[in-house]
């Protein structure tokens, strides 16, 4: 939960942000992301339609109305969002290419629309050819060992 909640340490939604939760798995980060921010719409996806269903009654069971989810490709999605986030669901370079025109291109929010990528180890190789984007490393906001090799990526566009 802790690891998911560290993308609201690089930013804090505005009021009707939309965000794509790519390969949400169990839920995460879209689950706590929506917790935490109540007035932002998220969509949480996965191709493995038992996590989904998972996920869904997780979010009926919180009240969550800004969830919505889908058993579905991230690549099959048609609509345009604010951000898209992850947690180290493939190699960078292949993630963004299921991204492309997925992402509006009119930003409301204090930094640029994007990526939003939670990925650990050494992505200077998978990154090589993202000279646009941020990393943070998660060892700054967070002491426990976990987060020791875990870090941010932001991709703006």
């Given at each position: 939960?802790?690891?998911?909640?560290a993308?609201?340490k690089f930013?804090?939604?505005?009021?009707?942000t939309?965000?794509?939760?790519?390969?949400?798995?169990?839920?995460?980060p879209?689950i706590?992301?929506?917790?935490l921010?109540?007035?932002?719409?998220?969509?949480l996806?996965?191709?493995?339609?038992?996590?989904?269903?998972?996920?869904?009654?997780?979010?009926i069971?919180?009240?969550l109305k800004?969830?919505?989810?889908?058993?579905?490709?991230?690549?099959e999605i048609?609509?345009?969002?604010?951000f898209?986030?992850?947690?180290a669901?493939t190699?960078?370079?292949?993630?963004?290419?299921?991204m492309?025109g997925?992402v509006?291109?009119?930003s409301?929010n204090?930094?640029?629309n994007?990526?939003?990528?939670?990925?650990?180890?050494?992505?200077s190789?998978?990154?090589?050819?993202f000279?646009?984007?941020?990393?943070?490393?998660?060892?700054?906001?967070f002491s426990e060992?976990?987060?020791?090799?875990?870090?941010?990526?932001y991709l703006?566009?």
């Open positions: 939960v802790l690891h998911s909640l993308i609201a930013i804090s939604f505005k009021k009707d939309k965000v794509l939760d790519v390969g949400t798995g169990g839920g995460f879209g706590p992301l929506a917790i921010f109540p007035e932002t719409n998220f969509f996806v996965d191709s493995i339609g038992k996590k989904i269903k998972v996920v869904n009654e997780v979010a069971a919180l009240g800004n969830v919505r989810t889908a058993h579905t490709r991230a690549e048609k609509e345009q969002f604010d898209i986030v992850s947690r669901v190699d960078f370079e292949e993630f963004t290419g299921w492309r997925k509006i291109t009119n409301f204090e930094i640029k994007g990526i939003i990528y939670l990925k650990g180890g050494d992505l190789g998978e990154l090589k050819n000279p646009a984007a941020k990393v943070i490393d998660l060892k700054n906001y060992e976990f987060f020791e090799t875990k870090k941010l990526v703006p566009f």
